[in-house]
């Protein structure tokens, strides 16, 4: 297994997480309809489309932070509501973070999901128990952190992100909204699932698949 992440395994990241975000378009577009306006799949899957398309444009030898800022860029420019300027900016700025390295250690994933973290939380101006998709984002970069600091490997402060960010989708359900458009329902948002936070799960699942496939 890989402990680095390089510009193969973020092209990777992306791609992968265009398939699941595609595949699971349906899913997502089902939990929007319940409390938002029921095109949370078809955005998240036509940016991410756009995000592979751009990224397939870019020199052989980019690096991490350059693709990341790309695909910042096509998703910012391509998903509607909310969610493209949110992962737009992510992702743009992740790629900052990364900067010029060819790659990226655990503690520079840390750095990375704590700019995720940051951009959402600056720009969407929410907080973990808003039903968003913090909910899912910061219990995981916290367990990565948490991960790589006791020493542990890249790929299993992954699968703790992952299983973070799983977890902090469930906890969505019993929330009631306070941000977007499922606010707007009030007590009535209660019991649903939060597709944004759904979608952040997905994409962190992809990453945790593409640097295991790179270590294959």
């Known amino acids: 297994m890989t402990e680095t992440i390089d510009a193969t395994a973020t092209r990777r990241w992306i791609a992968e997480a265009a398939r699941v975000l595609s595949e699971q378009r349906h899913i997502l577009t089902d939990l929007d309809a319940a409390i938002g306006d029921a095109d949370h799949g078809v955005n998240m899957d036509r940016g991410f489309q756009a995000a592979v398309a751009r990224i397939d444009a870019l020199a052989a030898d980019a690096s991490p932070g350059a693709i990341l800022q790309m695909a910042g860029a096509a998703v ?7 969610s493209g300027p949110l992962w737009g900016m992510a992702f743009r700025r992740a790629g900052q973070q ?18 995720v973290v940051q951009a959402m939380r600056g720009l969407g101006k929410a907080e973990v128990g808003d039903k968003t998709m913090l909910d899912a984002l910061v219990p995981a970069a916290e367990a990565a952190r948490a991960r790589i600091d006791a020493g542990a490997t890249l ?50 699942r992809a990453l945790e698949t593409a640097v295991a496939d790179g270590g294959a």
């Open 98 to 115: 990364a900067g010029d390295a060819s790659e990226l250690d655990g503690s520079a994933l840390v750095g990375m999901l704590d700019q």
């Open 155 to 204: 790929a299993e402060a992954l699968t703790a992100a992952r299983e973070a960010a799983e977890a902090g989708v469930q906890a969505t359900i019993p929330l009631q909204a306070k941000k977007g458009r499922a606010s707007y329902l009030g007590e009535r948002s209660i019991g649903h699932q939060d597709p944004g936070a759904t979608s952040a799960a997905m994409i962190l």
């Open 76 to 82: 910012m420019s391509s998903i509607g509501g909310a």
